[in-house]
């Protein structure tokens, strides 16, 4: 099992551009989850997706953040018109199906997405 | 929704001694309490958790209590060595159908050799 894989590793954009991260989650996990850390602080959750829908955003900048988690492929998170304050790493975890009485509730990170806005 | 509460936000301890981070939470449907441990520049990963049915739990030189009438739980780091350094999350989250899981704010753990 490959774990939780996002790339790119690290992104560097210019004020105004876009930038999609990308996250594949561990095999059998249905559910992802991303997260915002910004330097020397603690992980934000941003929102939290199942294959085709959207359960949860609350934590999603209301404007040129968006998420998706289509039936095939990784979970992408946009983030159109960049700014300076974007500048963080985001973390993708993924856990397992509801209803598997173990490991219910583990969330498995992924390795980060570092963004730089210059 | 779910605060999840942590202290000390710092600890510095000489190798040896002990390491003690506390959290408290707000929600009484939370039922699942995981600690995280990441080093820096890595990703956060999952070193101890602890299930509302039980008191304590204990993993090597690593334990976690919980007293649910209270709403705090504890991380407990004996005999510490430099590699114990790290920033430590704690979580809750509840049980059924969504799993969304809150975390704390951090303690970053200095171990000094």
């Known amino acids: 099992n490959a774990g939780v894989m996002q790339n790119p590793r690290h992104l560097v954009r210019r004020r105004g551009q876009e930038a999609r991260l990308r996250c594949s989650p561990m095999?059998?996990?249905?559910?992802v989850y991303w997260y915002r850390q910004l330097p020397e602080e603690g992980l934000k959750f941003m929102v939290y997706?199942?294959?085709?829908?959207?359960?949860?955003e609350s934590g999603m900048p209301k404007e040129r953040f968006s998420a998706e988690f289509p039936k095939e492929g990784p979970s992408i998170l946009r983030i159109q018109q960049v700014v300076r304050g974007d500048s963080a790493a985001y973390f993708c975890?993924?856990?397992?199906?509801?209803?598997?009485?173990?490991?219910?509730?583990?969330?498995?990170f992924g390795a980060g997405t570092r963004l730089s806005v210059l | 929704g779910e605060n999840v509460e942590q202290h000390p936000s710092t600890l510095s301890v000489q190798e040896g001694d002990s390491a003690v981070i506390k959290c408290t939470y707000s929600?009484?449907?939370?039922?699942?309490f995981p600690w995280y441990k990441q080093e820096l520049g890595k990703r956060p990963q999952l070193i101890i958790d602890?299930?509302?049915?039980?008191g304590e739990k204990k993993d090597q030189r690593i334990a976690v209590t919980l007293n649910k009438t209270a709403k705090h739980f504890s991380l407990h780091i004996t005999e510490t060595q430099p590699e114990d350094s790290a920033v430590y999350f704690c979580?809750?989250?509840?049980?059924?159908?969504?799993?969304?899981?809150?975390f704390g704010t951090g303690t970053k753990l200095q171990v000094i050799p």
């Open positions: 975890a993924s856990s397992p199906l509801v209803g598997q009485t173990t490991e219910k509730n583990i969330q498995y």
């Open positions: 095999k059998g996990h249905s559910h």
């Open positions: 997706l199942q294959k085709e829908n959207i359960i949860d």
């Open positions: 929600d009484s449907a939370s039922n699942y």
């Open positions: 602890i299930r509302s049915n039980v």
């Open positions: 979580a809750a989250s509840p049980s059924g159908g969504y799993q969304k899981v809150t």
